[in-house]
């Protein structure tokens, strides 16, 4: 029988995070899950799912015990407070079942270590939401660079702006430190960071930022920052993201609150995409003799439309996800990929508070 139309029992552990409810979207689209378990700290946040369909909810409780001793699940999707995250996905590990987490998956980057050492020790496979990897754009542009369609890289420029702090609830955990870690970049400039990485296929090795608290709300976490990088082979890059819109409306499922714009440069062409949503045309020039009859070309795409967390996409991405804990594939991305992304995040904010340029380490 295809290990693809296996069906498995899934757990959500988590319901106080702008996604929780996505995710259980997601997983009652995915044929391959036929039950979910959820888990939640506080009775009171079992509220957020009034207006959930109780499809393939198995139960809905306060005791994780209960979860992790059930040997029918399969896998965990972990989508808790920063602070909280490390040691419920170490403990999930230690239960003998497999993970994919919320970024950025702990408050630093040694928690992060400490999380992906456990996945290796046990055997067991940890993957991270970092799902814009799956958007077509992202797939298309990726090919492109793999193929040498732009040459050497000289450059990259990336964007991620969003609505202000002001529509997303200032009192959330998001904006205090203790419980987050970090603001902006930790928490959404991560994807860009993971983007660069997967698009390129390099490594950023160092890194000189500046962050800093503008919106004049009582937050002790950065809503804006700019990080130049250089990438492993010399190429450069920008990136600059924010909680900056003041007139895009409200907070975390707004899809036309962003401003977005990802753009590589090489030698021989150059690619670039911008959107308000998710990005839907990517726009490649190449001087690359593959290219000559065509070499300004401009891709499409119609997407399809879905409940779950990051559409269609984002279900595909979880569906590789599982066929990776059955030996198939890959983790699509993995605990490995977080640690890196929290090293620059981290390296970040060394650099912009001593001033001074952050060798980070790729091992």
């Given at each position: 029988?295809?290990?693809?139309?296996?069906?498995?029992?899934?757990?959500?552990?988590?319901?106080?995070?702008?996604?929780?409810?996505?995710?259980?979207?997601?997983?009652?689209?995915?044929?391959?899950?036929?039950?979910?378990?959820?888990?939640?700290?506080?009775?009171?946040?079992?509220?957020?799912?009034?207006?959930?369909?109780?499809?393939?909810?198995?139960?809905?409780?306060?005791?994780?015990?209960?979860?992790?001793?059930?040997?029918?699940?399969?896998?965990?999707?972990?989508?808790?407070?920063?602070?909280?995250?490390?040691?419920?996905?170490?403990?999930?590990?230690?239960?003998?079942?497999?993970?994919?987490?919320?970024?950025?998956?702990?408050?630093?980057?040694?928690?992060?270590?400490?999380?992906?050492?456990?996945?290796?020790?046990?055997?067991?496979?940890?993957?991270?939401?970092?799902?814009?990897?799956?958007?077509?754009?992202?797939?298309?542009?990726?090919?492109?660079?793999?193929?040498?369609?732009?040459?050497?890289?000289?450059?990259?420029?990336?964007?991620?702006?969003?609505?202000?702090?002001?529509?997303?609830?200032?009192?959330?955990?998001?904006?205090?430190?203790?419980?987050?870690?970090?603001?902006?970049?930790?928490?959404?400039?991560?994807?860009?960071?993971?983007?660069?990485?997967?698009?390129?296929?390099?490594?950023?090795?160092?890194?000189?930022?500046?962050?800093?608290?503008?919106?004049?709300?009582?937050?002790?976490?950065?809503?804006?920052?700019?990080?130049?990088?250089?990438?492993?082979?010399?190429?450069?890059?920008?990136?600059?993201?924010?909680?900056?819109?003041?007139?895009?409306?409200?907070?975390?499922?707004?899809?036309?609150?962003?401003?977005t714009y990802v753009g590589l440069n090489g030698q021989g062409g150059r690619l670039h995409w911008s959107s308000d949503g998710t990005p839907s045309r990517l726009q490649?020039?190449?001087?690359?003799?593959?290219?000559?009859?065509?070499?300004?070309?401009?891709?499409?795409?119609?997407?399809?439309?879905?409940?779950?967390?990051?559409?269609?996409?984002?279900?595909?991405?979880?569906?590789?996800?599982?066929?990776?804990?059955?030996?198939?594939?890959?983790?699509?991305?993995?605990?490995?990929?977080?640690?890196?992304?929290?090293?620059?995040?981290?390296?970040?904010?060394?650099?912009?508070?001593?001033?001074?340029?952050?060798?980070?380490?790729?091992?």
């Open positions: 029988k295809e290990h693809s139309m296996k069906k498995v029992k899934a757990a959500l552990l988590g319901l106080d995070n702008p996604h929780s409810v996505a995710h259980l979207k997601t997983l009652q689209q995915l044929p391959e899950v036929d039950s979910v378990l959820i888990w939640s700290e506080r009775e009171e946040l079992q509220a957020s799912l009034e207006e959930a369909s109780r499809e393939k909810i198995e139960s809905v409780g306060t005791n994780l015990t209960s979860v992790l001793t059930d040997d029918d699940v399969h896998f965990v999707i972990t989508c808790l407070r920063n602070d909280q995250s490390a040691d419920v996905c170490i403990r999930v590990l230690e239960a003998g079942k497999h993970v994919i987490a919320e970024k950025p998956i702990g408050l630093t980057a040694a928690e992060v270590q400490r999380v992906v050492q456990t996945a290796e020790a046990l055997g067991l496979k940890l993957g991270v939401f970092y799902g814009r990897r799956y958007i077509p754009v992202v797939c298309q542009a990726k090919k492109i660079v793999e193929q040498g369609i732009l040459g050497t890289l000289i450059s990259a420029e990336l964007r991620m702006l969003t609505t202000q702090v002001r529509f997303r609830d200032p009192d959330y955990w998001l904006f205090k430190k203790p419980h987050s870690g970090g603001g902006m970049l930790s928490w959404l400039g991560c994807h860009y960071v993971d983007i660069i990485r997967y698009v390129s296929g390099e490594e950023i090795v160092s890194v000189s930022a500046e962050v800093a608290t503008r919106n004049g709300e009582d937050i002790d976490v950065e809503d804006v920052a700019v990080l130049s990088f250089r990438l492993a082979s010399g190429a450069v890059g920008v990136l600059h993201v924010g909680y900056v819109m003041a007139l895009s409306g409200g907070g975390y499922h707004n899809i036309g609150g962003y401003d490649v020039e190449s001087d690359h003799p593959d290219w000559s009859a065509a070499p300004k070309r401009q891709f499409d795409y119609t997407l399809s439309s879905s409940l779950s967390y990051g559409g269609v996409h984002g279900e595909i991405f979880v569906q590789d996800f599982l066929r990776a804990t059955w030996g198939e594939r890959e983790v699509p991305a993995s605990g490995k990929d977080a640690l890196q992304v929290a090293r620059v995040v981290e390296a970040a904010y060394e650099s912009s508070e001593s001033g001074q340029r952050v060798q980070i380490p790729t091992e």
